[in-house]
């Protein structure tokens, strides 16, 4: 073609899309401007915000005996966006600045399309349903500063997927039942090939999660809930699917490897207490040739009480809340013997917390806590002891 | 709002009681690690670099394998201690008509019985004969080792049983890597060849030779110092690591072999004790300090802790033939299959806080007990394990008590 004629051809097809826009404001070149939310901006129907919450500590901690001394922690500020464009339509993103800008995360970017509140589709970057703490981790709604183990090494939180599924809530007299599931790329090869020396799933979130699966063959997550209003809620939930590149060019590479999560998370309120925690199972499949370093089968737990002790004005702010809290975590990474000695292959932790938090408004909270933590290596040897204060704070805002 | 006011003095309190609430500082004759007395504030920087280099977990985008047997030092040398049976490496090569071949060609002398995923491990090839598993020792107090001249080897040496006790002694003359520089008191003989101290055969010249060893053979781990990976011939007889050479640089490697040279010699505990003064005795009374001798002196070195110091490490750093029990007919060197050198036994006491809770002693954790190992002992060893055998209970205690007070 001459260039002539390659121009005309543009001419042309440019022409014929502004003729397809929705508006016959502008051309082409205005149609950034040309979007369903400005218009229904424009016309006082659209909603939309953004907000976010911050989180930030100090930390004082020594392990037998040696400590690093004092520092203070951005741990972390995330902004979310939410827009609705028609009622059951509903957007939401929330980016996530971990240790400043240390660590940006696309933790959620998602639009839900209701059909009926029994069934909605979700498409997007979604907070995988695993558990309870995954999808419902903001700071301000925690007494403790740092997360629970379990939701963290175990279940890889923040774990967020490009994903595809239902939910849905049913509701049956006080009782809610409520489903989700969905189809993601999955977690990768990084639950084996890690500097972990163990089998560990948080290092099974490869960005490139978002771009394509590493192997082609999807993964699964759903989490089904009920709900008794005033009383709480239980979930079971599970995730699994193949991890690692099993296949190249075509080529089968390697053997097909599955990872299979199972959690069981509960949240009550008894009386003045609220209990809440979350149990996790882990089954990996490992090849035999790494070694046994790398479990198979993990498990962990963590159980947290709150206990207000105390309500009342404060400088000026009304209906402050003190509240004790008290938190366990028990993890074991690598559960079996060793094939060399028959003795129990070690890797395992246990923690304490106990602490405070004053609750300004729901939205808001100071946090005092101590944490004692014992960890054992692999082969079994004496624990190290790591214990030390924490005071921090939260807000939405 | 009272109960409110009552919380302020327990915070308080509890604030004032933190170093209470935090773990304590273990003693310094507990625990293995930590730096010797008398280092620079940059010589403790360089210690650091080490340290966290001997700590670091390689995985398979930082060079791991693609076969290896452990993913770090400090996995095997857990806490600068010994080693475990799950850490416990193998090495083979054949055996015949007093020719040992270390089957190069078929993936020898070491197993690297460990894959990252996707990779096949190696297996022993039907070849080997002379089979044997080596347990990590403790890397305590090994500047001090490094730093002791080689005339002092030599004169400890008694090849030919001169004096008649049954303990000969002798030094494992090899050929060191291209890498080695020879410091001025390194004695090399006729053949150009150096004597080895490190190992369990001694077949090491240096820390560096050791430590370049290791990340090759133990993690597959090339570096500035070896570029070429361990090769598992049943897959192809070239390497075939997706990592770029070397995987890391001569500094790293130096900062750990600066790191072994400067990891405080064990402390030893109850010192008082007079059943360890009554066992250090017997010890040296059995012929036991012959081959374990207590005390070595460094020669002039270059980090000023480590020179001209008196120490005592029970080691004489010598090859003994520890008889047919202990022969795997497996070698290195010069040394004879059932040539092993003597290990240094300063911090024998805290071995089992290192090895998951029990003891695993010899060179490849055969012996489950003090007693064991000792009774295991033969050859140049005999005479002495039958004077210990023929102690009283405690008598025999008491050399153990002693054994544990290191």
Not at chain 1, 95 to 106: C, D, N, Q, V
Not at chain 1, 226 to 249: A, C, P, Q, V
Request: glycine share 10%; proline share 6%.
């Amino acid at each position: 073609m001459k260039p002539i004629s390659i121009l005309l051809f543009w001419t042309i097809l440019i022409q014929c899309l502004g003729a397809q826009t929705p508006d016959s404001l502008g051309a082409n070149k205005d149609a950034v401007y040309q979007r369903p939310f400005i218009f229904e901006g424009q016309k006082g129907n659209l909603t939309a915000a953004v907000g976010g919450y911050l989180e930030a500590n100090t930390n004082y901690f020594s392990t037998d005996g040696v400590s690093e001394g004092f520092s203070m922690e951005m741990r972390r500020f995330n902004i979310f966006f939410y827009s609705t464009l028609k009622e059951r339509i509903k957007f939401i993103a929330e980016l996530e600045f971990e240790h400043g800008t240390e660590e940006i995360a696309l933790e959620t970017a998602m639009l839900d399309f209701e059909l009926t509140p029994a069934l909605a589709f979700r498409a997007g970057i979604v907070l995988v349903p695993l558990g309870y703490f995954n999808q419902n981790h903001d700071s301000p709604k925690w007494e403790f500063i740092d997360r629970p183990l379990v939701s963290t090494t175990l279940i890889p939180a923040t774990y967020a997927d490009v994903g595809f599924g239902l939910h849905g809530t049913i509701p049956l007299n006080s009782l809610s039942f409520t489903y989700e599931t969905y189809l993601l790329n999955g977690l990768q090869d990084g639950i084996l090939a890690n500097t972990s020396n163990r089998t560990f799933l948080p290092a099974g979130k490869n960005e490139e999660r978002f771009g394509e699966d590493n192997n082609g063959s999807p993964s699964l997550a759903a989490r089904i809930a009920m709900k008794k209003r005033g009383l709480g809620e239980i979930g079971f939930s599970s995730f699994g699917g193949y991890y690692n590149t099993f296949k190249k060019d075509g080529l089968r590479v390697d053997e097909k490897r599955k990872v299979f999560v199972f959690a069981f998370d509960y949240n009550f309120s008894f009386g003045k207490a609220k209990m809440l925690g979350e149990a996790a199972l882990v089954k990996t499949e490992v090849p035999s040739a790494l070694g046994q370093a790398f479990g198979q089968t993990q498990w962990g737990i963590h159980a947290d009480v709150i206990y207000p002790i105390w309500n009342g004005g404060l400088f000026g702010w009304e209906n402050v809340r003190l509240n004790a809290a008290f938190r366990f975590e028990a993890i074991d990474y690598n559960v079996g013997q060793f094939d060399e000695t028959g003795g129990n292959i070690g890797d395992h932790l246990l923690t304490i917390v106990p602490g405070f938090s004053l609750r300004f408004s729901p939205n808001t909270l100071l946090k005092v806590n101590y944490r004692y933590r014992w960890d054992t290596d692999l082969l079994g040897n004496p624990a190290v002891k790591t214990a030390g204060f924490q005071f921090g704070m939260a807000s939405y805002f | 709002m009272k109960k409110w006011l009552t919380l302020i003095p327990l915070v308080g309190i509890s604030l004032l009681s933190c170093e209470k609430l935090l773990p304590p500082t273990p003693a310094d004759n507990e625990v293995l690690d930590g730096p010797m007395d008398g280092l620079s504030p940059t010589q403790l920087q360089i210690f650091l670099e080490g340290d966290e280099a001997f700590a670091d977990i390689f995985s398979p985008q930082t060079g791991l394998g693609p076969i290896f047997v452990a993913t770090s030092c400090a996995g095997c040398h857990v806490g600068d201690g010994k080693g475990h049976p799950f850490t416990t490496l193998t090495r083979f090569g054949n055996y015949t008509n007093g020719q040992f071949d270390h089957l190069l060609h078929l993936g020898g002398g070491q197993l690297q019985n460990r894959a990252i995923p996707g990779y096949t491990a190696e297996t022993l090839p039907p070849e080997a004969t002379g089979i044997s598993r080596f347990t990590p020792p403790a890397v305590t107090g090994l500047g001090l080792l490094a730093a002791v001249p080689d005339e002092t080897l030599l004169a400890l040496a008694d090849p030919d049983d001169v004096n008649e006790d049954g303990i000969s002694g002798r030094v494992n003359y090899i050929h060191p890597p291209s890498f080695f520089i020879p410091s001025g008191w390194h004695y090399s003989d006729a053949q150009g060849r150096y004597i080895g101290r490190f190992g369990k055969k001694a077949a090491a010249v240096d820390l560096l030779h050791q430590t370049v060893n290791a990340y090759k053979q133990d993690m597959g781990i090339t570096s500035d110092f070896d570029l070429q990976e361990p090769i598992n011939y049943a897959v192809a007889s070239h390497p075939t690591d997706p990592v770029a050479d070397p995987e890391l640089p001569a500094a790293t490697v130096q900062s750990v072999v600066f790191y072994l040279r400067t990891l405080k010699a064990p402390v030893p505990r109850s010192q008082h004790d007079p059943q360890v003064a009554q066992g250090r005795q017997l010890f040296m009374d059995i012929q036991c300090g012959k081959c374990h001798v207590p005390t070595m002196k460094t020669g002039v070195s270059d980090i000023k802790a480590l020179s001209e110091i008196e120490f005592h490490p029970y080691t004489d750093l010598l090859l003994h033939d520890m008889g047919a029990a202990l022969d795997d007919g497996y070698t290195e060197g010069s040394a004879g299959t059932a040539e092993w050198r003597t290990p240094p036994l300063w911090g024998l006491g805290l071995s089992a806080n290192a090895q998951g809770g029990s003891i695993f002693l010899l060179h490849d954790g055969r012996a489950r007990s003090i007693e064991e190992a000792v009774l295991l002992h033969g050859g140049e060893a005999e005479n002495s394990r039958n004077a210990f055998q023929q102690l009283s209970v405690q008598e025999r205690n008491a050399i153990i008590q002693f054994l544990e007070s290191l």
